[in-house]
């Protein structure tokens, strides 16, 4: 799996530039991250599902800039033009200024969370092709709705090391970097050193690692390397 923010790889390379890699490299799936003054994640991901056939879009969801109702309306339009290749990442957001800047108002991560829930019921009941679910982050109520509504979970790799009683399918998010000294959340060596460690977790039972790249304008070419790696082991 591969993460896209645009502000990571506007400066060096064109949205066609970086997916013809991505999808040369053999990612099948593709999380469209979902930030403020950014690109929009649904057009941005039908845009490439037409140039694609092969890549998968995980589209992140915040709950505060989009109506359930709308959201699941896209969701059933994408489904239906492109073959059942949308899978909804929802996300409470730490950040209290992004749903301030929606909003005006800041109900709380808390209240975000259980605002995810309700939109996971809505998109159950009211998609006709309906998408696979994956709650971000790790908080015990976030691993209950998991339980309850989602089909997956999407964590930091140092959460899930300390993690708890999760019965859906566990995606681990890890950044990688080539230099030593990073945070905890980090996965840190050489090409070889990286790749052994993300089989590590892959041989604990982790079917899916979303990879993200730390200096990514410099690195964009290493995730096929990566790949080429990570295959012969």
Partial sequence: MFRFEESNYKNNYTIDEIFDRVSKYGYKYILLAN????QDPFILASYLASKYDNLIFIVAVRPYNINPRYLSMIIS???????DRLIINLVAGTFDDEEILFTGNNS?????????????????????????????????????????????????????????????????????????????????????????????????????????????????????NITKILTSL
């Fill in 35 to 38: 930030q403020t003054y950014k």
């Fill in 77 to 83: 339009t994408f489904q239906e033009l492109y073959g």
């Fill in 108 to 224: 709380g991560i808390e209240n975000r969370k259980n605002q995810l829930i309700e939109i996971a019921k809505i998109i159950k009941q009211e998609t006709k092709i309906k998408p696979k679910i994956i709650f971000g982050g790790s908080s015990q109520k976030t691993i209950d709705a998991t339980n309850l509504y989602g089909d997956a979970v999407l964590m930091k790799i140092n959460d899930y090391l300390s993690n708890m009683n999760i019965e859906k399918e566990i995606i681990l998010r890890v950044f990688l970097s080539n230099q030593n000294g990073k945070e905890d959340h980090f996965i840190t060596g050489s090409n070889k050193e990286i790749c052994n460690k993300i089989k590590m977790f892959k041989d604990t039972g982790i079917s899916h690692i979303l990879i993200s790249w730390d200096d990514v304008d410099d690195q964009l070419d290493n995730l096929g």
